[in-house]
């Protein structure tokens, strides 16, 4: 069976600074790895995705994360996080092969303080 | 394009009640999914569904059930209603090989 888990559950930190959010995930398979933000009182919605090619994988709000295999990580980092990056973030695993389902971890909420 | 709707948005319940949550899609994707998001938990996979008629278990199933008549809608039953069944529902679906599952906005249910 597959887990994730996401280190921290919480993450304050000021405007403007560098975050990084860690996660570690545990499966004798081959996964493809996600992450996923919830905004307040919102569904989630896919942020990053790593399937196949690069290891490192951005998405079009400056986030970026790097699939590690030796350590199972994939972490989320910005270099520079807005107030509008307040929310809960996670990260989560798919089997290559079967049913196309995910795992999640527990989630990290991200404060950003001005 | 709607994406994913669920009703209702709150609902409280009494123990041994049943309700049925909804959830419709409109973006023609096979794969559907109900999870339930409880604090510092994370998100939980109840059922999910490959396509019409077909469903399997996730990894907390017991309490529910689903079905899945039609490609658009995927209801979720609570039958006799528990406390530990309070909690946030959300529904999902993505198409096979995208690996991008829309989430809806969510069914907040309280059980006293």
């Known amino acids: 069976a597959q887990s994730v888990t996401q280190l921290d559950s919480q993450v304050p930190v000021f405007e403007e600074a560098p975050v990084e959010l860690r996660c570690n995930y545990s499966?004798?398979?081959?996964?493809?790895l996600f992450w996923y933000v919830q905004y307040p009182n919102q569904g989630l919605q896919l942020l990053l995705k790593?399937?196949?090619?690069?290891?490192l994988v951005k998405s079009i709000n400056g986030f970026e994360a790097e699939f590690n295999k030796s350590q199972t990580s994939f972490h989320l980092r910005k270099p520079s996080v807005h107030i509008s990056d307040t929310a809960e973030y996670f990260c989560?695993?798919?089997?290559?092969?079967?049913?196309?389902?995910?795992?999640f971890g527990q989630g990290t909420r991200l404060t950003i303080n001005p | 394009n709607a994406g994913v709707t669920q009703t209702p948005k709150f609902r409280i319940l009494k123990i041994g009640q049943s309700m049925t949550l909804q959830c419709t899609q409109d973006?023609?994707?096979?794969?559907m999914y109900w999870y339930r998001q409880d604090p510092g938990m994370g998100l939980k996979l109840i059922y999910y569904?490959?396509?019409?008629?077909?469903?399997d278990k996730g990894e907390v199933p017991n309490g529910y059930n689903v079905s899945r008549s039609t490609t658009e809608d995927f209801p979720l039953r609570l039958e006799l209603a528990a406390p530990s069944q309070t909690s946030v529902y959300f529904c999902?679906?993505?198409?096979?090989?995208?690996?991008?599952?829309?989430f809806g906005p969510g069914t907040r249910l309280t059980v006293t």
């Open positions: 989560a695993v798919s089997l290559i092969q079967g049913a196309q389902k995910l795992v």
């Open positions: 499966s004798s398979v081959s996964v493809y």
């Open positions: 790593y399937l196949s090619g690069s290891t």
């Open positions: 973006m023609n994707h096979n794969y």
């Open positions: 569904s490959v396509g019409a008629g077909i469903t």
């Open positions: 999902a679906s993505d198409r096979t090989g995208s690996y991008e599952q829309y």
